[in-house]
């Protein structure tokens, strides 16, 4: 039995960094979908802790907030560094990826029509970040020399911004070596040709 349960609404959203993980980890996950009509019946919020999803089951351990699960799963499979200092360097960067996952998620939610333009204008001055970092640790992730959940956390963003701007990455060579390594990961790049993954649209408005 699959020792992991996803409970989310039928998008990638909040859960896309962690079936990421989940799949290049080499870990199978079971997955219980939340329709709008069964959500608005208010049953399930009643119970989730921040009153919303995705909840995400490890055996009797339950938990909620998406950044949580991935920072389980670091320590569960030896994604989270060799040490303190590392572990303390992936929380950084998986704090900074988060920051840019809540500016896209407002410009999507609260001002695609009136702010993509802008947003995507503005966009390299947040990913030069994320480069100059690659480029220093020169391994092809973020710290040390081996993946962390920081690094499925930044390389799920940038797939986003690659469909909002296909060409966003394109002065930005480490991070488009990046994306392409771990694209070419074997279990990754399996996930990324389910259905499973193509079939859930990214955002929950249908804006992309
Ligand atoms: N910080 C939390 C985390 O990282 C944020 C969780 C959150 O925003 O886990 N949850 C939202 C859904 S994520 C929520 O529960 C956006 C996906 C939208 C998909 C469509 C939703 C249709 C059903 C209403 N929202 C519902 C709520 O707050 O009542």
Same mark, same amino acid.
């Given at each position: 039995?699959?020792?992991?349960?996803?409970?989310?609404?039928?998008?990638?959203?909040?859960?896309?960094?962690?079936?990421?993980?989940?799949?290049?980890?080499?870990?199978?996950?079971?997955?219980?979908?939340?329709?709008?009509?069964?959500?608005?019946?208010?049953?399930?919020?009643?119970?989730?802790?921040?009153?919303? #999803?995705? /909840?995400?089951?490890? &055996?009797? @351990? =339950?938990?909620?907030?998406?950044?949580?699960?991935?920072?389980? *799963?670091?320590?569960?499979?030896?994604?989270?560094?060799?040490?303190?200092?590392?572990?303390?360097?992936?929380?950084?960067?998986?704090?900074?990826?988060?920051?840019?996952?809540?500016?896209?998620?407002?410009?999507?939610?609260?001002?695609?029509?009136?702010?993509?333009?802008?947003?995507?204008?503005?966009?390299?001055?947040?990913?030069?970040?994320?480069?100059?970092? #690659?480029? /220093?640790?020169?391994? &092809?992730? @973020? =710290?040390?020399?081996?993946?962390?959940?920081?690094?499925?956390? *930044?390389?799920?963003?940038?797939?986003?911004?690659?469909?909002?701007?296909?060409?966003?990455?394109?002065?930005?060579?480490?991070?488009?070596?990046?994306?392409?390594?771990?694209?070419?990961?074997?279990?990754?790049?399996?996930?990324?040709?389910?259905?499973?993954?193509?079939?859930?649209?990214?955002?929950?408005?249908?804006?992309?």
């Amino acid at each position: 039995m699959a020792p992991y349960t996803i409970t989310y609404f039928p998008v990638r959203g909040r859960c896309g960094a962690t079936r990421i993980m989940l799949s290049d980890q080499g870990q199978e996950w079971k997955e219980i979908v939340v329709n709008f009509e069964e959500w608005m019946k208010g049953d399930l919020k009643k119970t989730c802790v921040f009153g919303q #999803l995705p /909840k995400f089951e490890d &055996g009797d @351990l =339950v938990l909620f907030q998406s950044n949580a699960f991935l920072r389980h *799963l670091g320590r569960r499979h030896g994604a989270y560094g060799k040490n303190d200092c590392e572990a303390a360097h992936i929380d950084m960067f998986a704090d900074g990826v988060e920051d840019l996952r809540t500016k896209y998620l407002k410009m999507i939610y609260q001002e695609y029509e009136t702010g993509k333009d802008a947003y995507i204008k503005d966009l390299p001055n947040h990913l030069c970040k994320f480069e100059a970092v #690659l480029a /220093k640790n020169k391994s &092809g992730f @973020l =710290v040390g020399d081996s993946i962390s959940f920081a690094d499925y956390s *930044l390389f799920e963003v940038l797939l986003n911004h690659q469909v909002l701007s296909p060409t966003c990455l394109d002065s930005f060579p480490a991070l488009n070596s990046f994306v392409a390594t771990l694209s070419a990961r074997p279990k990754i790049k399996a996930f990324l040709d389910s259905e499973d993954y193509k079939k859930l649209p990214i955002n929950g408005n249908g804006k992309q």
